[in-house]
Protein backbone atom coordinates (compact mmCIF):
# COMPACT_ATOMS: atom_id res chain seq x y z
CA UNK A 1 0.00 0.00 0.00
CA UNK A 2 0.92 3.80 -0.77
CA UNK A 3 0.47 6.25 2.32
CA UNK A 4 -1.41 8.97 1.19
CA UNK A 5 -1.80 12.91 2.19
CA UNK A 6 -3.59 15.34 0.78
CA UNK A 7 -3.69 19.27 1.57
CA UNK A 8 -5.40 22.01 -0.30
CA UNK A 9 -8.88 22.54 0.60
CA UNK A 10 -10.44 25.16 2.11
CA UNK A 11 -13.92 27.79 1.82
CA UNK A 12 -14.24 29.57 -1.36
CA UNK A 13 -16.69 31.55 -3.19
CA UNK A 14 -18.63 30.09 -6.19
CA UNK A 15 -16.17 30.49 -9.16
CA UNK A 16 -13.48 30.43 -7.45
CA UNK A 17 -10.57 28.55 -7.67
CA UNK A 18 -8.24 25.85 -4.99
CA UNK A 19 -5.39 23.01 -5.71
CA UNK A 20 -5.55 20.46 -4.10
CA UNK A 21 -2.07 18.54 -3.55
CA UNK A 22 -1.63 14.48 -2.53
CA UNK A 23 1.77 13.40 -1.52
CA UNK A 24 2.39 10.05 -1.80
CA UNK A 25 5.25 7.32 0.14
CA UNK A 26 7.21 4.81 -1.15
CA UNK A 27 9.43 4.58 -4.46
CA UNK A 28 6.90 2.92 -7.27
CA UNK A 29 4.59 6.10 -7.33
CA UNK A 30 4.75 6.43 -10.95
CA UNK A 31 3.52 2.56 -11.42
CA UNK A 32 0.06 3.45 -9.53
CA UNK A 33 -2.86 5.25 -10.99
CA UNK A 34 -3.82 8.23 -9.08
CA UNK A 35 -7.70 9.06 -8.78
CA UNK A 36 -9.33 11.94 -6.81
CA UNK A 37 -12.92 11.01 -5.24
CA UNK A 38 -15.36 13.28 -3.48
CA UNK A 39 -18.24 12.61 -0.97
CA UNK A 40 -20.75 15.28 0.28
CA UNK A 41 -23.08 14.69 3.42
CA UNK A 42 -25.23 11.72 2.40
CA UNK A 43 -24.28 10.89 -0.33
CA UNK A 44 -21.87 7.85 -1.70
CA UNK A 45 -18.11 8.31 -2.94
CA UNK A 46 -17.87 9.40 -6.40
CA UNK A 47 -15.10 9.38 -8.92
CA UNK A 48 -13.60 12.90 -10.36
CA UNK A 49 -10.82 12.32 -11.81
CA UNK A 50 -8.04 9.84 -12.80
CA UNK A 51 -4.78 9.48 -14.45
CA UNK A 52 -2.16 7.21 -15.41
CA UNK A 53 1.29 6.20 -13.84
CA UNK A 54 2.72 8.13 -16.59
CA UNK A 55 0.48 10.84 -16.60
CA UNK A 56 -0.39 10.81 -20.09
CA UNK A 57 -3.79 9.28 -19.68
CA UNK A 58 -6.95 11.20 -17.94
CA UNK A 59 -10.31 10.71 -17.43
CA UNK A 60 -13.06 13.06 -15.77
CA UNK A 61 -16.27 12.73 -14.32
CA UNK A 62 -18.70 14.48 -16.53
CA UNK A 63 -19.47 17.07 -13.79
CA UNK A 64 -16.35 17.95 -13.47
CA UNK A 65 -14.73 18.16 -17.27
CA UNK A 66 -13.66 21.79 -18.63
CA UNK A 67 -13.27 23.05 -15.12
CA UNK A 68 -11.07 20.54 -12.71
CA UNK A 69 -7.74 18.74 -14.09
CA UNK A 70 -5.52 16.50 -12.68
CA UNK A 71 -2.04 16.42 -13.28
CA UNK A 72 1.07 14.37 -11.17
CA UNK A 73 4.35 14.74 -10.67
CA UNK A 74 6.59 11.56 -10.28
CA UNK A 75 9.24 13.04 -9.50
CA UNK A 76 7.63 14.77 -6.08
CA UNK A 77 5.73 11.88 -5.96
CA UNK A 78 2.28 13.87 -5.87
CA UNK A 79 -0.63 14.58 -7.93
CA UNK A 80 -2.34 17.47 -7.91
CA UNK A 81 -6.14 18.74 -8.59
CA UNK A 82 -6.90 22.19 -10.00
CA UNK A 83 -10.28 23.10 -9.31
CA UNK A 84 -11.83 26.11 -11.19
CA UNK A 85 -14.78 27.94 -11.52
CA UNK A 86 -16.35 26.05 -8.63
CA UNK A 87 -19.68 25.47 -7.95
CA UNK A 88 -21.69 24.83 -4.62
CA UNK A 89 -21.92 21.82 -6.14
CA UNK A 90 -18.56 20.58 -5.52
CA UNK A 91 -18.71 21.09 -1.99
CA UNK A 92 -17.80 17.67 -0.51
CA UNK A 93 -14.49 16.27 1.26
CA UNK A 94 -12.15 15.15 -1.46
CA UNK A 95 -9.87 11.99 -1.58
CA UNK A 96 -7.08 11.11 -3.24
CA UNK A 97 -6.30 7.56 -3.81
CA UNK A 98 -3.70 4.66 -5.37
CA UNK A 99 -4.32 1.65 -6.83
CA UNK A 100 -2.60 -0.29 -9.93
CA UNK A 101 -5.85 -0.55 -11.90
CA UNK A 102 -6.82 1.30 -15.31
CA UNK A 103 -6.82 4.85 -15.00
CA UNK A 104 -10.64 4.58 -17.34
CA UNK A 105 -13.15 5.63 -14.88
CA UNK A 106 -12.09 3.47 -11.99
CA UNK A 107 -14.79 2.95 -8.57
CA UNK A 108 -14.20 3.31 -5.23
CA UNK A 109 -13.84 -0.32 -4.67
CA UNK A 110 -10.58 -0.79 -6.91
CA UNK A 111 -8.51 0.96 -4.31
CA UNK A 112 -6.77 0.12 -1.49
CA UNK A 113 -4.98 2.98 -0.44
CA UNK A 114 -6.39 6.42 0.60
CA UNK A 115 -6.08 9.59 2.34
CA UNK A 116 -7.41 11.22 4.84
CA UNK A 117 -9.27 13.62 3.28
CA UNK A 118 -9.77 17.35 2.62
CA UNK A 119 -12.84 19.42 3.01
CA UNK A 120 -13.78 21.56 0.26
CA UNK A 121 -16.55 23.96 0.74
CA UNK A 122 -17.87 26.43 -2.46
CA UNK A 123 -20.40 29.76 -0.96
CA UNK A 124 -22.99 30.70 -3.16
Known amino acids: QVQLVESGGGLVQAGGSLRLSCAASGRTFSTYTMAWFRQAPGKEREFVAS????????AYADSVKGRFTISRDNAKNTVYLQMNSLKPEDTAVYYC?????????????????WGQGTQVTVSS
Open 97 to 113: AASRVSYYYPSPADFDS
Open 51 to 58: ISGSGINT
